[in-house]
Structure formats: structure tokens, C-alpha cells
């Protein structure tokens, strides 16, 4: 079992150009979610995807775009790549149930991305 | 989410118990607890979560004060394999609100051999 795979893992950008970054998962979860870590802090919340067909802001959305290709794939859009968007991107997936907060959330290793 | 109070690191000999403490004073009643780690340069893994009684899985076990003001995480003998970041969240349900789990800045464990 793969779980939540990633890609690419490593990404180096000028500012102002654009990418996506993928995210797979093979645990048919309904929620995906996307999480940003700079260095010394916690993870924030970019976007999620609570189900397939829909997704929702989370805390630090601004200057990004997600899809929801469908219920395996979760994708991640920077239109215009600036350099305080350096960042280790991590995917997840989740369980989706009337307890959902109870679900843990199963993270991919990851997508370091450096703009300069 | 309510907000949780870690140390910023601990260390502790290999083949030794480990216990690490968080602080939640302002848990509401449908709070449950969770514990994440995560080692360097991989995505946080999941370890234990629970709500009130004190739980056990393979990788550790959690204790939870009776007023569930805190809480510790025990690893019962520590390896090099689980020097890491812990990470103590709260997690209720708030409709929305209850995807946007908030990992602070955890505890670097490291272990020495």
C-alpha cells in the first residue's frame, strides 16, 4: 500500500512562474487536505477537500489553487510562485464519518519547494 | 481548536521511558486529544489520540488527567527510531472547523544511544 503519494519531491521555481503539485492516495479517503511547514513551525492548513466536489479554505490560502480531480487525487496550483511561498508542501488524507474529527489524518513526505 | 502547551525539547537514553507532557487548560467537553510525530524530512504519523480514558496502541500509550487539563505521551522504552517531533493537538468538532487540525511547534525528542 502506497498511501499518499506526492510529486514531484523536490521543485525549484523563479518567481512568477507556475506549477502544480500532485497528490495521490490509495485508502479511498473522502477528505484530502493540504499543509504548508516552514522552518521552525508548525503546519498550517493551505485548502481542503472534505469530499470529492468540494473543497474550502483553510488558514493560508492566498496564493494558491486546489482540485479535486477526483476521489483519489488532490492537486495544489501556484499561479504565480512568489518566494515566500518556500515551503515543505505535505498532502493528507482522512476517513470521512459523521466523527471525522476522530479520523487521523495520513500525510505524504512531502514536496520541498524553493523559489527564487 | 483549543490551544495546547508542549515543551520545545526533551531528551531522554535509549531503552528508557519516555513521558511527554501537554498542557490543554481550555479543552472543552468534545476535545479529543491527538499525538502526532514527525521524524526528519517525512510527514507527521499519527500516534494515539483519546477523549477521557487513558489509551494504548502498539507505538505508545496516552495518560489523560482526570480534568483533562493535560496529558502525556508515553513511549515505554524509546529507540533511535522515535527521536522526533511530538505533537500534542486538539481536535473537536466544530462543523468546518473540524478539518483545520493545528499542529503547534511539538517537542524534539531526541534520544541518545
Known amino acids: 500500500n502506497a498511501g499518499v503519494t506526492q510529486t514531484p519531491k523536490f521543485q525549484v521555481l523563479k518567481t512568477g512562474q507556475s506549477m502544480t503539485l500532485q497528490c495521490a492516495q490509495d485508502?479511498?479517503?473522502?477528505?484530502m487536505y493540504w499543509y504548508r511547514q516552514d522552518p521552525g513551525m508548525g503546519l498550517r492548513l493551505i485548502y481542503y477537500?472534505?469530499?470529492?466536489?468540494?473543497?474550502d479554505k483553510g488558514e493560508v490560502p492566498n496564493g494558491y489553487n486546489v482540485s479535486r480531480l477526483n476521489k483519489r487525487e488532490f492537486s495544489l496550483r501556484l499561479e504565480s510562485a512568489a518566494p515566500s511561498q518556500t515551503s515543505v508542501y505535505f498532502c493528507?488524507?482522512?476517513?470521512?464519518?459523521?466523527?471525522?474529527?476522530?479520523?487521523?489524518?495520513?500525510f505524504g513526505n512531502g514536496t520541498r519547494l524553493t523559489v527564487t | 481548536d483549543a490551544k495546547t502547551t508542549q515543551p520545545n525539547s526533551m531528551e531522554s537514553n535509549e531503552e528508557e521511558p519516555v513521558h511527554l507532557p501537554c498542557n490543554h487548560s481550555?479543552?472543552?467537553?468534545?476535545?479529543?486529544i491527538h499525538w502526532y510525530r514527525q521524524l526528519p524530512s517525512q510527514g507527521p504519523e499519527y500516534v494515539i489520540h483519546?477523549?477521557?480514558s487513558n489509551v494504548n496502541n502498539r507505538m505508545a500509550s496516552l495518560a489523560i488527567a482526570e480534568d483533562r487539563k493535560s496529558s502525556t505521551l508515553i513511549l515505554h522504552r524509546a529507540t533511535l527510531r522515535d527521536a522526533a517531533v511530538y505533537y500534542c493537538?486538539?481536535?473537536?468538532?466544530?462543523?468546518?472547523?473540524?478539518?483545520?487540525?493545528?499542529f503547534g511547534k511539538g517537542t524534539k525528542l531526541s534520544v541518545i544511544p
Open positions: 481550555t479543552i472543552s467537553g468534545t476535545d479529543y
Open positions: 493537538i486538539l481536535r473537536g468538532y466544530s462543523g468546518a472547523g473540524s478539518y483545520q487540525l493545528t
Open positions: 485508502m479511498n479517503h473522502n477528505s
Open positions: 483519546g477523549l477521557t
Open positions: 493528507a488524507s482522512s476517513e470521512y464519518n459523521r466523527a471525522t474529527w476522530i479520523s487521523p489524518l495520513h
Open positions: 477537500s472534505a469530499s470529492e466536489g468540494t473543497t
